[in-house]
Nanobody, 115 residues
Framework: QVQLVQSGGGLVQPGGSLRLSCAASQRIFNINHMAWYRQAPGKQRELVAS???????SYADSVKGRFTISGDNPQNTMYLQMNSLKPEDTAVYYCNVRKIIGEYWGQGTQVTVSS
């Protein structure tokens, strides 16, 4: 059973940066796309960034220009680089890998942006 293990969250001041990592326990084949979601208290989970198997990326308008999604296939790891963080970015962040059939989720990591 594949597991996605996340790391890299924490507390950061507004304007700061964090990088989230999501490592798969084994190589995943037939990936359709990879993505990062987040869920703030009292809100629905929302898509933050995604990357297709061909490498195309897309971002929520709220993070465009500040966040970057990337993947390192040989290391079975994906990343979310977050710059110029704002208090409204505070949420639990989840990585997601979707196959042609089936998907995997990370355990979630808290990101808190506060002074």
């Amino acid at each position: 059973q594949v597991q996605l293990v996340q790391s890299g969250g924490g507390l950061v001041q507004p304007g700061g940066s964090l990088r989230l990592s999501c490592a798969a326990s084994q190589r995943i084949f037939n990936i359709n796309h990879m993505a990062w979601y987040r869920q703030a208290p009292g809100k629905q989970r929302e898509l933050v960034a995604s990357m297709s198997s061909g490498g195309s990326t897309s971002y929520a308008d709220s993070v465009k220009g500040r966040f970057t999604i990337s993947g390192d296939n040989p290391q079975n790891t994906m990343y979310l680089q977050m710059n110029s963080l704002k208090p409204e970015d505070t949420a639990v962040y989840y990585c997601n890998v979707r196959k042609i059939i089936g998907e995997y989720w990370g355990q979630g990591t808290q990101v808190t942006v506060s002074s």
